[in-house]
């Protein structure tokens, strides 16, 4: 496995980021390419072929690219033809940077597949999925706002083979309160990325209001700081040594991708992940010997 970092949690300027995770240590990036000076719709060929060379002058791999575009994800039908034009355009901006991995949140799954919602999503990620299977890229459907079983089964209705998951643990240990090895488990042959995140479960809380709030960014209906808080990675709730050692036993190889949405000091917070998951993968590797 590799340790990549997500280049938002940085809170520096691109190129700033850059040299800051060649510094640390990290092996790769990952970077939102929804915003910023990097999105399709805004960027240059000039602009994306001198940040393919910093990030090779650097020994940084582009790990994968973040395709959140916010909101609702792929709830609401007459938002989808623009967010799915959109993400069409960030998995050809992916494959251009030589990553076939871009990751996105979509929204929430209903537990009830006759719901309308599901019925959107299912329409969405369906094309979203035969999308990336011809362009030989995967959109990785990331973790945290339905149960690790209700997401693999919506992955194999859509037809699972241009759709993935990126793992973020937390998500589903804060949001779900479920144990994150046994999700891992439910999913693992889906996975293509991890995001390496630590927090805890205060007390339970509804999801579909948790993901509301963050796509309103109204908080005024819920206090997530009563329900959950991210924390530094190794000191939550995850217990990431433990699933380093399942991604191993089930032959993951990919990124161990840090990102960090909360806290004061993240360079701080992030550079300790760096060492945190070198340091568990050296102890993996001579348990294993």
């Not at 709830?75 to 940077?97: F, G, S």
């Amino acid at each position: 496995m590799k340790i990549g970092v997500l280049l938002d949690s940085l809170q520096l300027e691109l190129y700033q980021g850059l040299r800051w995770a060649a510094d640390h240590g990290a092996q790769g990036i990952q970077f939102y390419a929804s915003r910023g000076p990097l999105t399709p719709w805004k960027s240059t060929a000039e602009a994306r072929k001198t940040f393919s060379r910093t990030c090779a002058d650097l020994g940084l791999e582009i790990a994968s690219l973040c395709g959140d575009l916010g909101g609702y994800g792929f709830e609401r039908d007459d938002d989808n033809p623009r967010r799915i034009e959109q993400t069409h355009q960030i998995i050809d901006l992916a494959l251009e940077l030589g990553t076939p991995i871009v990751t996105t949140h979509i929204g929430v799954i209903p537990e009830n597949n006759r719901d309308p919602t599901y019925e959107t999503l299912w329409r969405a990620l369906s094309e979203l999925s035969q999308y990336a299977e011809k362009s030989g890229a995967v959109l990785a459907i990331e973790t945290g706002p339905e149960p690790a079983e209700r997401l693999a089964s919506f992955i194999q209705a859509c037809g699972p083979k241009g759709l993935g998951v990126n793992f973020d643990p937390a998500n589903l240990v804060m949001v779900q309160g479920c144990d994150a090895v046994q999700a891992f488990q439910a999913l693992a042959p889906l996975v293509v990325q991890v995001h390496a995140k630590d927090g805890r479960r205060k007390k339970p809380c509804d999801p579909k209001a948790v993901y509301a709030a963050f796509a309103e960014n109204d908080f005024s209906t819920i206090d997530i700081n009563d329900c959950f808080e991210e924390l530094p990675l190794g000191t939550g709730n995850v217990n990431v040594p433990r699933l380093i050692d399942a991604l191993e036993r089930f032959g993951y190889t990919g990124y161990l991708t840090i990102e960090r949405e909360a806290g004061k000091d993240r360079l701080t917070d992030v550079a300790q992940g760096i060492r945190f998951l070198e340091a568990g993968l050296s102890n993996s590797h001579r348990g294993r010997k």
